[in-house]
């Protein structure tokens, strides 16, 4: 019984030198990670990244909780874009009235198709077009391990000077920054390696 009790002891205090040997991962190779926000901003000139950006929000809601001046709104605002990136549509709508159109690029052009909005709202009467510059979405990529993984961020769209509450939607960054939101290629930032713990 007493050899088996200090094999028994030996062999705990070899288990406690191994673990703290491994350190809880902290010999683990570190990734890298971005080094800024990632914007993008949406225009005629740029028409690729400006659909990828579009694209990647579309079926967001983005809530304005003083209006778009732009648009002649004062009170809390809500847009949604959909349809496809190429051929975006828009609906808008604050106190209790709404708009629909289609938005086209060169910044940000809205077109207004529907609109319950009374003659005192002019840039939301049927037919009429306003453009909105600057137009950008923004992500937060700041700080994000640059690891191709899946993982959540805020994003918001910004009319103007006007930002968005921002919304939480998935967001991954390869190695090399590529970043992809809602699984859509959205353009890319400068990441660098992570020089030691907590990266």
């Known amino acids: ?93 604050s106190d209790s009235f709404t708009a629909t159109g289609k938005m086209t690029y060169g910044s940000c052009i809205f077109t207004i198709v529907t609109s319950s909005y009374p003659a005192a709202f002019t840039h939301l009467q049927v037919g009429q077009t306003t453009t909105i510059s600057p137009c950008n979405v923004a992500v937060d990529t700041a700080g994000l391990k ?21 919304v939480t939607l998935t967001v991954s960054i390869s190695s090399t920054g590529v970043v992809t939101v809602n699984d859509s290629p959205y353009g890319s930032v400068t990441v660098v390696m992570a020089t030691g713990a907590g990266n």
């Open 1 to 93: 019984m007493r050899f088996n009790k200090l094999s028994l002891a030996a062999m705990l205090l070899g288990g406690s030198v191994l673990l703290a040997a491994c350190g809880g991962g902290d010999n683990a190779p570190l990734a890298p990670y971005a080094t800024a926000n990632t914007t993008a901003n949406i225009s005629a000139a740029n028409l690729t990244s400006s659909q990828a950006a579009v694209q990647a929000v579309l079926g967001s809601n983005f809530a304005y909780t003083t209006g778009v001046p732009a648009l002649g709104t004062t009170s809390a605002t809500s847009l949604t874009l959909s349809g496809t990136s190429a051929a975006p549509s828009f609906a808008l709508s």
């Open 146 to 166: 640059a690891d191709g993984l899946a993982k959540s961020t805020t994003v918001t769209l910004v009319l103007g000077a006007t930002t968005a509450t921002p």
